[in-house]
């Protein structure tokens, strides 16, 4: 009982955080091992930053939800569109389609005359396995972000679980991503007619480590089938992306609350 209740519980600390970022680093099955299929529905409250590396607050609401067939295909906001191969409780793997919404360049004064980033879907694959209860491994990379359609990310991470109670649930989770020189361009990047068109000196920010994140989450199961989940995330930029003229903050903390059901 209590390992069904830790992967129910993580999975709507994990749909919070998704929903609040409006994409997905990591897929994340929604479902303990012994339901082999059912979905969550939510909604988080997010308090974060205009984008990544702003000192500007953005506080958003934001709608989820995620279904999981019992055939290995799955569809939602966080996941976004995919299949997982593997049968087996303690690993997954697999191939999926997801959304990099990009950047408007009304968000800040600071992105103006920079241009939007357009929403483009990006196509990757994912493995996570869980090497011992309550702890999660994962990877996954995503391509096809930016207006040239040439982004990609890498990430990798580890979560680890535990109940605190018969209703309550303590996760926390470190993650790393690394990106190619064509997403560093795009999102934290100045090209010779940006910087004529701002107030941004010109820069070209290679391939490398972007960031790393570290989260904590809270979740209380109101009953059965609904959840309430708070989450804490810190995020510090690396490399080219930590010295980009766009940056004002070099870390930055979220705050997310979210209440999910699971049907």
Same mark, same amino acid.
């Given at each position: 009982?209590?390992?069904?209740?830790?992967?129910?519980?993580?999975?709507?600390?994990?749909?919070?955080?998704?929903?609040?970022?409006?994409?997905?680093?990591?897929?994340?099955?929604?479902?303990?091992?012994? *339901?082999?299929? /059912?979905?969550?529905? +939510? $909604?988080? !409250?997010?308090?974060?930053?205009?984008?990544?590396? @702003?000192?500007? =607050?953005?506080?958003?609401?934001?709608?989820?939800?995620?279904?999981?067939?019992?055939?290995?295909?799955?569809?939602?906001?966080?996941?976004?569109?995919?299949?997982?191969?593997?049968?087996?409780?303690?690993?997954?793997?697999?191939?999926?389609?997801?959304?990099?919404?990009?950047?408007?360049?009304?968000?800040?004064?600071?992105?103006?005359?920079?241009?939007?980033?357009?929403?483009?879907?990006?196509?990757?694959?994912?493995?996570?396995?869980?090497?011992?209860?309550?702890?999660?491994?994962?990877?996954?990379?995503?391509?096809?972000?930016?207006?040239?359609?040439?982004?990609?990310? *890498?990430?990798? /991470?580890?979560?680890? +679980? $535990?109940? !605190?109670?018969?209703?309550?649930?303590?996760?926390? @989770?470190?993650? =790393?991503?690394?990106?190619?020189?064509?997403?560093?361009?795009?999102?934290?990047?100045?090209?010779?007619?940006?910087?004529?068109?701002?107030?941004?000196?010109?820069?070209?920010?290679?391939?490398?480590?972007?960031?790393?994140?570290?989260?904590?989450?809270?979740?209380?199961?109101?009953?059965?089938?609904?959840?309430?989940?708070?989450?804490?995330?810190?995020?510090?930029?690396?490399?080219?992306?930590?010295?980009?003229?766009?940056?004002?903050?070099?870390?930055?903390?979220?705050?997310?609350?979210?209440?999910?059901?699971?049907?």
């Amino acid at each position: 009982m209590q390992k069904v209740f830790a992967t129910i519980a993580c999975s709507f600390a994990l749909t919070g955080a998704g929903l609040a970022h409006a994409q997905s680093d990591f897929y994340r099955p929604m479902l303990p091992p012994s *339901v082999a299929q /059912g979905g969550t529905v +939510g $909604i988080a !409250l997010l308090a974060g930053r205009d984008y990544a590396g @702003s000192d500007e =607050s953005r506080t958003r609401l934001l709608p989820g939800i995620e279904y999981q067939w019992s055939n290995g295909f799955f569809a939602g906001a966080m996941n976004g569109l995919g299949y997982n191969a593997s049968t087996r409780p303690d690993r997954a793997y697999g191939l999926r389609v997801t959304a990099d919404f990009g950047r408007k360049e009304s968000r800040s004064p600071v992105l103006q005359g920079l241009g939007d980033i357009q929403a483009r879907p990006t196509v990757g694959a994912f493995f996570n396995i869980s090497p011992a209860r309550s702890i999660r491994l994962s990877s996954s990379f995503r391509y096809g972000s930016g207006n040239d359609r040439n982004g990609l990310v *890498v990430d990798v /991470g580890a979560g680890w +679980g $535990i109940p !605190l109670g018969p209703q309550l649930f303590l996760g926390t @989770s470190i993650s =790393s991503s690394w990106a190619n020189a064509a997403y560093q361009q795009t999102y934290f990047g100045v090209d010779a007619a940006q910087a004529s068109r701002s107030t941004l000196a010109g820069y070209t920010p290679g391939a490398g480590a972007k960031d790393i994140r570290a989260s904590a989450s809270l979740v209380y199961l109101l009953t059965k089938e609904w959840s309430l989940a708070g989450s804490v995330s810190y995020t510090e930029l690396l490399g080219g992306a930590r010295v980009s003229p766009l940056v004002r903050e070099k870390a930055s903390t979220t705050g997310t609350l979210a209440l999910g059901y699971s049907f």
